[in-house]
Protein backbone atom coordinates (compact mmCIF):
# COMPACT_ATOMS: atom_id res chain seq x y z
CA UNK A 1 0.00 0.00 0.00
CA UNK A 2 1.17 3.43 -0.61
CA UNK A 3 2.24 6.19 1.87
CA UNK A 4 0.65 9.90 1.65
CA UNK A 5 2.85 12.62 2.49
CA UNK A 6 1.08 15.82 3.68
CA UNK A 7 1.97 18.60 1.62
CA UNK A 8 1.52 21.15 4.39
CA UNK A 9 3.54 19.91 7.10
CA UNK A 10 5.57 16.51 5.66
CA UNK A 11 3.48 14.55 8.08
CA UNK A 12 3.41 10.46 6.68
CA UNK A 13 0.32 8.72 6.43
CA UNK A 14 1.80 4.95 6.27
CA UNK A 15 -1.21 2.37 6.12
CA UNK A 16 0.73 -0.41 8.14
CA UNK A 17 1.06 1.64 11.01
CA UNK A 18 -2.49 3.48 10.65
CA UNK A 19 -3.88 6.15 12.60
CA UNK A 20 -4.76 4.82 16.06
CA UNK A 21 -5.23 7.79 17.89
CA UNK A 22 -8.16 8.88 15.68
CA UNK A 23 -9.52 5.41 15.26
CA UNK A 24 -8.01 4.57 12.30
CA UNK A 25 -6.79 0.99 12.02
CA UNK A 26 -3.89 -0.37 10.97
CA UNK A 27 -3.49 -1.56 7.39
CA UNK A 28 -6.45 1.11 6.76
CA UNK A 29 -5.02 2.37 2.89
CA UNK A 30 -5.54 6.00 2.61
CA UNK A 31 -8.37 5.85 0.01
CA UNK A 32 -9.93 4.05 2.77
CA UNK A 33 -9.77 7.08 5.28
CA UNK A 34 -13.05 8.72 6.23
CA UNK A 35 -13.56 11.93 4.15
CA UNK A 36 -13.57 14.27 7.34
CA UNK A 37 -10.05 12.67 8.42
CA UNK A 38 -7.36 15.42 8.87
CA UNK A 39 -3.42 15.12 9.43
CA UNK A 40 -2.96 14.35 13.19
CA UNK A 41 -0.39 17.28 12.92
CA UNK A 42 -1.52 20.04 11.05
CA UNK A 43 -5.41 19.50 11.06
CA UNK A 44 -4.85 19.37 7.08
CA UNK A 45 -7.71 17.46 4.84
CA UNK A 46 -7.04 14.71 2.25
CA UNK A 47 -6.91 16.56 -0.60
CA UNK A 48 -3.80 17.99 1.02
CA UNK A 49 -2.07 14.82 0.95
CA UNK A 50 0.06 13.36 -2.25
CA UNK A 51 1.88 9.83 -2.75
CA UNK A 52 5.06 9.28 -1.76
CA UNK A 53 7.66 9.09 -4.57
Known sequence: M???VCS????VYDP???????????????V???????CPVCGASKEDFEIEE
Open 32 to 38: DLPDDWV
Open 2 to 4: DKY
Open 8 to 11: ICGY
Open 16 to 30: EEGDPENGIEIGTAF
